[in-house]
């Protein structure tokens, strides 16, 4: 699907689409000119605490998300996968499907205070569609694929143009107990044709960390 998103889509939806037939999930690439960047190399993340694994580059590095707002994330399985020499971040927030929710409601005065809740599928799915459209002032269009790859993991990728404060983002779920999100920013002011090149070259790695993302109940 191609398409400018102007809603959240049903959970009847979603989960038509979750249930779609295995193929290897690839992103459309466009050609630009060559610019110095590292080449493609992967190393694992398995720890052995963690529900998930996948692999990422290996000039990356991976650090544990310690905050939310003002406050600490509701589990450990938050982590952010930083490059660097790209002053660029891929954050990744894990929930458990059906458990306990510490959301962020914003005030008038612009501050927020807590509101407990329930990660119901169909809200998180609805949210992961609600935080792409925020950066619908500044997209030119927001574009939504379906991801299935051979390890039987099911999602949405959200690509949005123009100067968003992240044009890459995606979510992943088993429908049942996983959630996991994805959102690639840059330490930069928004600018969709310098930051294009560097975009491209870590479209491949997010694709990668898609192909090889496993729920550690898939064995």
């Not at 993340?45 to 600490?72: C, G, K, L, M």
């Not at 914003?106 to 169909?122: A, L, V």
């Not at 569609?129 to 939504?144: E, M, P, R, Y």
């Not at 294009?196 to 064995?219: A, M, S, Y």
């Amino acid at each position: 699907m191609n398409k400018l998103i102007s809603a959240p889509i049903s959970f009847l939806s979603i989960v038509i689409i979750l249930l779609a037939c295995n193929s290897e999930y690839t992103s459309k690439k466009k050609g630009y000119f060559k610019i110095n960047l590292p080449v493609h190399q992967y190393t694992a993340f398995n720890r052995p605490d963690f529900p998930y694994s996948f692999e990422y580059p290996v000039y990356a590095n991976i650090i544990q998300d310690s905050t939310y707002f003002d406050s600490t994330p509701e589990n450990n399985y938050w982590i952010n996968i930083d490059f660097p020499s790209m002053n660029a971040r891929i954050f990744l927030s894990y929930k458990i499907v059906g458990g306990k929710a510490l959301y962020k409601l914003k005030q008038p005065d612009g501050s927020y205070r807590d509101s407990t809740g329930i990660n119901y599928f169909d809200r998180m799915v609805n949210d992961a569609f609600n935080l792409t459209n925020k950066n619908g002032v500044q997209a030119t269009s927001i574009n939504d694929s379906l991801i299935q790859t051979k390890n039987n993991i099911s999602g949405i990728f959200f690509k949005v143009g123009g100067n968003a404060a992240t044009a890459k983002q995606f979510f992943l779920s088993d429908t049942t107990k996983h959630f996991i999100r994805g959102a690639l920013y840059f330490n930069a002011t928004p600018n969709a044709d310098s930051l294009r090149p560097v975009q491209d070259f870590l479209q491949k790695d997010i694709d990668h960390l898609i192909n090889t993302f496993r729920w550690k109940e898939q064995g």
